[in-house]
């Protein structure tokens, strides 16, 4: 059993949580000592430690602030040049299909992701990204 030296003990005095337990592990190996005495150890050294934590105050889900989706605006979709975008992500047949289908390339009204869409009227889109459901007649 060999003996820490004190700037070992020291550093270990100023970490805290899990930082701390992985270095006692680590040191416990090193220097073939058990977790005890390196904890008896630390409290044993005088100086200052880690500063103590004020704990955090519980969670209460009805105070939760919850961000809504803004309303969609009254003007229209903000259209988009539909060769900018990329929508190649999905090599399935089913989805080369639907990207046949789609001819123009909008901004979500509540997120501003880009979607591409087919021109039919109206169309239903709910947006992958908020899930904010809107019907397009322009």
Same mark, same amino acid.
């Given at each position: 059993m060999s003996v820490i030296p004190e700037h070992e003990i020291n550093a270990l005095k #100023?970490?805290?949580?899990?930082e701390q337990m992985l270095e006692i592990d680590r040191l416990s190996k090193a220097y !073939?000592?058990?977790?005890?005495?390196?904890r008896a150890a630390i409290s044993s050294v005088p100086g200052q430690g880690p500063p103590p934590s004020?704990? #955090?105050p519980p969670w209460v889900p009805s105070?939760?602030? !919850? &961000?809504?989706? &803004?309303?969609?605006s009254k003007?229209?979709? *903000?259209? %988009?040049? /539909? =060769?900018?975008? /990329?929508?190649e992500y999905d090599p399935s047949r089913e989805a080369a299909q639907r990207r046949e289908q789609i001819n123009q390339a909008i901004l979500c009204s509540a997120c501003g992701v880009a979607l591409g869409i087919p021109d039919v009227r109206p169309i239903k889109v *709910?947006?992958?990204?908020? %899930?904010? =459901?809107?019907?397009? *007649?322009?």
């Amino acid at each position: 059993m060999s003996v820490i030296p004190e700037h070992e003990i020291n550093a270990l005095k #100023a970490m805290e949580g899990y930082e701390q337990m992985l270095e006692i592990d680590r040191l416990s190996k090193a220097y !073939q000592v058990d977790e005890a005495s390196i904890r008896a150890a630390i409290s044993s050294v005088p100086g200052q430690g880690p500063p103590p934590s004020t704990p #955090a105050p519980p969670w209460v889900p009805s105070q939760k602030n !919850q &961000s809504q989706p &803004s309303a969609p605006s009254k003007v229209g979709p *903000t259209l %988009l040049n /539909r =060769e900018q975008l /990329r929508y190649e992500y999905d090599p399935s047949r089913e989805a080369a299909q639907r990207r046949e289908q789609i001819n123009q390339a909008i901004l979500c009204s509540a997120c501003g992701v880009a979607l591409g869409i087919p021109d039919v009227r109206p169309i239903k889109v *709910t947006c992958p990204a908020c %899930l904010f =459901e809107t019907t397009y *007649t322009e």
